[in-house]
């Protein structure tokens, strides 16, 4: 578990109602009419999660998708909400951590892939706080969840599987428009907004068409920021979150065998203040929840994404090419600079020594405890104020062309292609802290130079923690399909790729006791390898209605580098690199459809062996991580859907997810300390179940729904790492997630072309105790964070 960076729980608009139709991404055909009154009836869906359009339920695979209708009757408005309906899929407020079936690392690479179509946006965790921006996407087409490794489609960063937002594309013949607004109302907070516009169709039939949406959206807040001394209010429902997304294409068709479609997305999201309340001085059973950080901790992230994409279509192969870059920068808050540095100096001056950890030449232990369950406690300085500043930004060119087959009855189909990646990224995390002399005088007794051995940097920094790096990959890779009898059908897959990581760690500053004499501390290195991932697959239609599958595959992520830690504060033995690491999937399935199709089932089961994990390791002595490779993990479990129509107006759907993700033996450091213990679990709840169900009837002739969606996750039953006694960086003030329920409601009627709704989500206003954290093992202030309070909404769209 991370310190020295709070957890941000961010409400990350990452798919819209946009529910305009022009033709899905990747020419796969559009799905079926909803049902009147926005019923998820039992029908296809056609997905490209093989980069080849075909019906959901002929995949061999375990894919979730939702189709743009599915998005709005269920009130998906971002990842979060994808998640929850998806089994053996978990989603991290606070760092956007995406977990398929337990495998997740908030250390290295990515594990999960994320795409804009074919663009892969995905962050490495270079520093600290590296959170994915998840993509808010008004005018979405679907959104496809791939469960399992998919290095052989769609590379390294998708070892535990991929997430894949597909935009509506423009059309060459039919002109479509919308237009959405949304006001909501939470209890305790502030109303929420929304409005969005799309618009797209032919410029000249045929020939040119276009596609352009525009939409802006802010979550109200609903925590509060104090004066943790007075607990007045200074800044209220500070956590709101303010988001823009533009998008525009264009596709000419010079020959009708020749598209050549350039894009572009823009993305502007602010986040004012972070979600965490401050347990002691909240209440949550009234929607009361405050937070005393002295610090603001807000959140500025944005990204833009020019793409061109051309296909070319003859009647042997279709050849595709798609070019992207992908610029993003963000300068978070993430963490309190205030309470980690208290925390910090609280650890030295309960050892009754100086930073330098010479005894200290006044009583300073007679000053513990700097940090008290409701705040700062530090007589001499009242108003003690610091603050973090993180920047991440990410600047990736990726190029790739594949190969197809066409379209045709052969009992061969097949993909292949090449691709190239360069991906350059910074983390610069620091520390400003200017009342740093003032505090060391009155804590210590001392100057700066006798106490640090260094005075503040400029601007008053007193830390610098900067990681430049660059990733190249290039990759062969390809896919075939062979059908051996009209039932029997064998896939297999390979990608082989050549990757490099090379990196550049700068250490300074008072604060960082790296260096000596205030000579700053650098560290520098790279990483190659040749990685394989190779995936087999055998499928056999029992019936058209009825399919059974097996596979094997593996997924890979390159290794890294991990910044140096303090040796004065933290000890010594810490690596700064660590390995590459690797899973092996196995998967049986079936997808079946019974009683004349109204009802359909798939289900899969997994064991998963991942080996040599990219782990960070929180250090309570000094609240810092650090990354290694550490352990062995297997995963297994199983996920099933279900969608049922049990009348023509009622419609079921549910999903059972189970995880069992344990540590199959310990780990221990250069130091011979324990880091994972066998039969230690991941963060990852073990079950999760959602249902709901839908009834179609008329209200003045006019189609209308009522939905009920409830979802459930359960409570870990074994510790993590941080949480067991025995390994050696034991906190027994961390807790596992209790068990979560929440309900929500949703009605809607389409009159001509409105289509209008009303919800109430967080029905019960459930407000469970989540990601509960303290900035080190000695410290009682807590944080946490829970589900936003019961929120009234209603929305409008006019679809033409």
């Known amino acids: 578990m991370a310190r020295r960076h709070a957890r941000l729980s961010l409400y990350l ?9 022009a033709a899905a991404a ?155 607004s949304e006001i909501a109302f939470t209890d305790n907070g502030s109303p929420s907004y929304e409005f969005g516009f799309a618009a797209g169709g032919p410029i000249v039939e045929d020939k040119l068409g276009f596609r352009i949406s525009a939409w802006g959206r802010e979550d109200g807040g609903w925590v509060n920021r104090v004066n943790y001394q007075t607990l007045n209010v200074t800044d209220p429902n500070a956590n709101y979150v303010n988001t823009w997304n533009l998008r525009g294409a264009i596709t000419w068709s010079p020959t009708p065998n020749l598209t050549i479609t350039p894009g572009i997305d823009y993305q502007n999201r602010y986040q004012n203040n972070h979600d965490e309340y401050w347990v002691s001085i909240s209440n949550p059973g009234q929607s009361n929840y405050n937070s005393g950080t002295p610090d603001k901790m807000s959140d500025p992230d944005r990204f833009y994404l020019p793409t061109l994409r051309i296909e070319y279509d003859t009647s042997k192969v279709k050849i595709i090419s798609n070019t992207s870059y992908y610029n993003r920068l963000e300068n978070v808050n993430g963490y309190s600079g205030t309470l980690y540095n208290l925390s910090y100096f609280q650890q030295i001056i309960g050892g009754g020594i100086d930073p330098q950890g010479n005894p200290c030449t006044n009583n300073c232990a007679s000053q513990y405890p700097l940090l008290t369950p409701t705040g700062p406690n530090v007589p001499g300085m009242p108003n003690y104020l610091a603050y973090n500043v993180i920047t991440n930004s990410q600047s990736n060119w990726t190029q790739e062309v594949r190969l197809q087959s066409p379209d045709s009855p052969s009992p061969l189909s097949w993909t292949a292609g090449i691709f190239y990646e360069h991906s350059d990224q910074t983390s610069n995390e620091q520390i400003i802290d200017p009342e740093l002399p003032a505090l060391t005088q009155l804590l210590w007794n001392e100057s700066m130079l006798d106490a640090w051995g260094q005075e503040l940097l400029p601007g008053g920094v007193d830390y610098i923690n900067k990681t430049d790096s660059t990733d190249t990959q290039l990759a062969l890779f390809a896919n075939a399909n062979y059908n051996v009898t009209s039932q029997l059908k064998l896939t297999g897959g390979l990608r082989y790729a050549w990757t490099k990581f090379s990196y550049t760690n700068l250490n300074d500053g008072p604060q960082d006791l790296l260096d000596s004499g205030g000579i700053p501390a650098t560290v520098s290195g790279s990483k190659s390898e040749q990685p394989f991932t190779p995936m087999g697959t055998v499928s056999y239609q029992i019936t058209s209605d009825d399919m059974v599958y097996g596979s094997i595959a593996k997924g890979y992520r390159i290794g890294g580098a991990t910044p140096p830690l ?113 039969g230690d679990t991941l ?76 919800y109430v989500n967080n029905v019960f206003n459930s407000h469970p105790q989540l990601d509960l954290q303290h900035q080190d093992q000695f410290t009682t202030l807590y944080e946490a964070t829970t589900f936003r309070p019961i929120t009234v909404g209603l929305s409008a769209s006019y679809k033409y």
């Open 683 to 758: 963060d990852i709840p073990p079950w999760t179940v959602t249902a709901a169900a839908q009834y179609d009837f008329h209200v003045f002739g006019a189609p209308a729904f009522a939905r009920i969606d409830y979802s459930f996750s359960s409570m870990r039953t074994a510790p993590i790492p941080n949480e067991d006694y025995r390994t050696a960086f034991y906190d027994s003030g961390l807790k596992p997630d209790p068990d979560t329920n929440l309900v929500n409601l949703r009605f809607g009627a389409t009159v001509k072309n409105w289509d209008l709704q009303c």
């Open 13 to 21: 608009a990452a798919s819209t109602l946009a529910l305009a139709g």
């Open 566 to 678: 303090p040796v004065a504060a933290c000890g010594s033995g810490f690596p700064t690199q660590y390995n590459s690491d690797h899973v092996w999937s196995y998967e049986v399935g079936s997808k079946d459809r019974f009683f004349d199709r109204a009802l359909q089932v798939s289900g899969s089961a997994f064991y998963i062996q991942w080996t040599g994990i990219q782990q960070a390791f929180y250090v309570p002595s000094c609240g810092i991580q650090f990354t290694t490779n550490a352990g062995e993990v297997v995963s297994k479990g199983f996920d099933m859907q279900s969608s049922l129509q049990l009348t023509h107006a009622l419609h079921v759907e549910t999903t059972v997810g189970y995880t069992n993700a344990r540590f199959t033996g310990n780990a221990y450091d250069a130091n011979g300390d324990l880091l994972d213990a066998e």
């Open 26 to 180: 990747e020419t796969a055909p559009a799905p079926a009419p909803a049902a009147a009154g926005g019923a998820t009836n039992v029908g296809e869906i056609v997905v490209t999660a093989t980069r080849r359009a075909e019906s959901l339920s002929k995949i061999p695979e375990s894919v979730s998708a939702f189709s743009e209708r599915k998005l709005e009757v269920q009130g998906i408005k971002n990842f979060e909400g994808v998640a929850r309906y998806t089994p053996g899929v978990t989603y991290s407020q606070d760092d956007h951590d995406i977990a398929i079936r337990g495998i997740s690392s908030t250390a290295g690479s990515s594990t999960t892939g994320i795409y804009i179509d074919d663009t892969p946006v995905q962050i490495r965790n270079l520093g600290l706080n590296a959170n994915n921006t998840l993509p808010a996407v008004f005018d979405l087409s679907r959104v496809e969840v791939l469960r399992g490794p998919q290095g052989t489609l769609f590379g390294a960063g998708s070892e535990g599987g991929a997430v894949r937002y597909i935009t509506t594309q423009p059309s060459l013949t039919k002109f479509s428009a919308m237009a959405h």
